[in-house]
């Protein structure tokens, strides 16, 4: 009896001491992906400190690493956003209602739904390409600032539709049949009822989704974003550079001054980036609180 | 919808609402016309989606079809020589192919094994406080723009490897899958953490009242209920380690070698693609048509990844 109760009790303790070896196990797995973003930001910040002067804000980039800014970059930058914002928000909104809202229970509304997940997977560099071929060259947009816009629209549009999709999806349905019952038709339910009540949500998405493409770089590249700008894009059809590909620039260059000059620019962007997601979180803080 | 002009509330009968229509048909002309245009502009929105694939299909087979035209398919595919800026030129894709396999694979071991640990923590051992951390941050992690983790591998891994290996060159496919790993660690995590929490309850307090101990419930109960979703994860995250551009132009390098030593400089389709595109390749050269080419397998093969992890999770889930 006493022998059995002693094996019991130690392969007991023996999974108890797993259960607490790989509980450790994963906590240190997890904590890989927290100190490589420590990492990253400390790396980050104490090489590009040092550059962060008002030269990056108001110069614009040049063959010397001193008094070197990016100014064309984050105009350009702000540029896109501004392109980029109202043209995504109506089409991807648009989508989401359509399929939220409109679309019948067939094959061509799956085959809608199936292609916008697909496309969500498709890498940034194949939009790259395909900007290239129809924005640049069939369109004969060449490199220029609106070419880069409706590509990098393309590649943020199945982001958009899916988020709003699943804000549209969280309006409960007692609201669209209060309004039905007013007598309000279809059209006007949607936008005065079902929009205004979800925009909270889907607004979050865009500007998540405006994050994501302010940080791409490869397909930019593609379209051929110069990465020697010395001028401000004035007209929709001017060349341009957007901060990403100025860092890509300076990374590029093999002396170090034009490292640190890389560093200081990624803290600008990731600034921009946090200060967008801010704003996301803010609102998506306030929606909740309304309970809505 | 019903008669024309009416007013035309969808819960009205076709009698009320001609009676009613000699008397709103002006003041409601412009709601109906509204009901009957936005349906249509929706759909509009809706079908740049099928046209934005229907472009990116159509650009990439017209242009490979060109490119094969000068260069054999077979060439293309089984040559092991690519060198398509310095003569003799030569199309070969395998060493692109080969690269690229390189750093997904390296990527994959570091981001699978610690994206799953992640989700399981986060999932069955995490308290609610720290889950609440924890999550934000790897969210975070997520949304880093790939050219600063390019950044982060040319400043802090490669100088790292470089120390413990002294023969490791500056560009190396090691630094670059690593950082890549690292980039899609948040992928595995939460697509794996997500596919844990739908594993209901009461399966975890069946095993606890058996006597299990946590682990022995994460790893035997949790885990293989939710294997459909972890390995739709993994897939998901394998496209896109092949799919990643700026890291691996910025760390791995630009020599297209058919090689597997991690400490070497290889060539990746993604970084081919940039590499050409930044020179000043003139539109219908024969280095023009191979972006294209590269392209379209860099498309296919991202493609039947990404159906294949759709697959996956939809016909091997467990449903409870």
Not at chain 1, 3 to 32: E, P
Not at chain 1, 221 to 244: E, H, R
Request: proline letters at 5%; hydrophobic letters at 50%; a positive charge.
């Amino acid at each position: 009896m006493n022998i059995f109760q002693d094996a019991n009790r130690d392969q007991i303790a023996g999974r108890r001491r797993m259960d607490f070896m790989l509980h450790i196990l994963f906590v240190v797995a997890t904590s890989i992906g927290v100190i490589a973003l420590c990492a990253l930001i400390i790396d980050i910040l104490i090489d590009g400190v040092a550059r962060l002067n008002p030269d990056l804000f108001t110069n614009f980039p040049s063959r010397k690493a001193d008094g070197s800014g990016m100014k064309s970059a984050i105009v350009g930058s702000i540029y896109m956003l501004l392109i980029m914002a109202p043209v995504s928000f109506i089409f991807g909104v648009g989508a989401a209602i359509y399929l939220e809202e409109y679309a019948g229970k067939n094959r061509l509304t799956r085959l809608i739904q199936l292609n916008i997940s697909t496309l969500a997977g498709v890498p940034s560099i194949v939009y790259g390409i395909l900007g290239l071929a129809i924005f640049v060259r069939l369109l004969s947009l060449d490199r220029s600032l609106i070419a880069g816009a409706l590509t990098m629209t393309l590649l943020v549009l199945p982001i958009i539709i899916v988020s709003a999709q699943e804000a549209i999806r969280a309006v409960p349905k007692s609201r669209r049949d209060a309004s039905f019952a007013l007598g309000a038709t279809k059209w006007q339910t949607v936008s005065r009822s079902v929009l205004p009540s979800s925009m909270p949500g889907i607004l979050t998405g865009v500007i998540l989704a405006m994050s994501r493409a302010i940080g791409e770089t490869a397909p930019l590249v593609m379209i051929g974003a110069l990465t020697y700008v010395a001028f401000l894009p004035s007209s929709l059809k001017d060349s341009f550079t957007v901060i990403p590909i100025q860092v890509y620039n300076w990374l590029s260059k093999s002396k170090v001054e034009f490292h640190e000059l890389a560093a200081s620019g990624i803290i600008v962007l990731l600034a921009l980036l946090l200060l967008m997601n801010l704003s996301a979180i803010l609102l998506r803080n306030k929606y909740q609180k309304k309970g809505l | 919808m019903q008669g024309g002009q009416g007013l035309q509330t969808s819960q009205s009968t076709p009698e009320t609402s001609s009676a009613l229509k000699g008397k709103y048909v002006f003041k409601n002309s412009k709601v109906s016309i509204m009901n009957k245009i936005m349906p249509v502009l929706l759909f509009l929105c809706a079908s740049v989606s099928i046209l934005t694939t229907l472009g990116i299909v159509y650009t990439l087979v017209s242009e490979t079809i060109n490119f094969f035209k000068t260069i054999p398919v077979f060439d293309f595919l089984f040559g092991t020589k690519w060198s398509p800026l310095i003569p003799p030129k030569s199309f070969g894709i395998l060493p692109l192919l080969s690269g690229t396999l390189l750093i997904t694979v390296i990527a994959c071991l570091v981001a699978i094994p610690i994206g799953l640990a992640s989700a399981i923590y986060l999932s069955e051992y995490a308290p609610a406080k720290v889950r609440k951390v924890i999550k934000p941050i790897l969210e975070v992690l997520a949304g880093v723009p790939t050219i600063v983790y390019g950044y982060f591998a040319l400043s802090i891994v490669t100088p790292v490897i470089q120390w413990i290996f002294p023969s490791a060159g500056i560009f190396n496919a090691l630094s670059a899958g690593i950082v890549v790993g690292i980039m899609i660690i948040p992928m595995v995590s939460s697509l794996s953490e997500d596919a844990m929490s739908a594993v209901p309850r009461s399966l975890r307090d069946g095993a606890y009242a058996l006597g299990a101990t946590r682990f022995e419930v994460a790893l035997k109960i949790v885990v293989p209920a939710a294997l459909s979703g972890i390995v739709a994860s993994a897939v998901l995250a394998f496209s896109r380690a092949i799919g990643e551009t700026m890291i691996v132009t910025l760390a791995a390098g630009s020599t297209p070698n058919m090689t597997f030593n991690p400490l070497d400089s290889i060539q990746t389709m993604t970084a081919y693609i940039v590499q050409v595109s930044l020179g000043d390749t003139p539109h219908g050269s024969i280095e023009y048509g191979s972006i294209f080419a590269v392209g379209m397998t860099l498309f296919v093969i991202t493609f039947l990844l990404n159906i294949l992890a759709q697959y996956v999770a939809r016909r091997f889930r467990e449903e409870y």
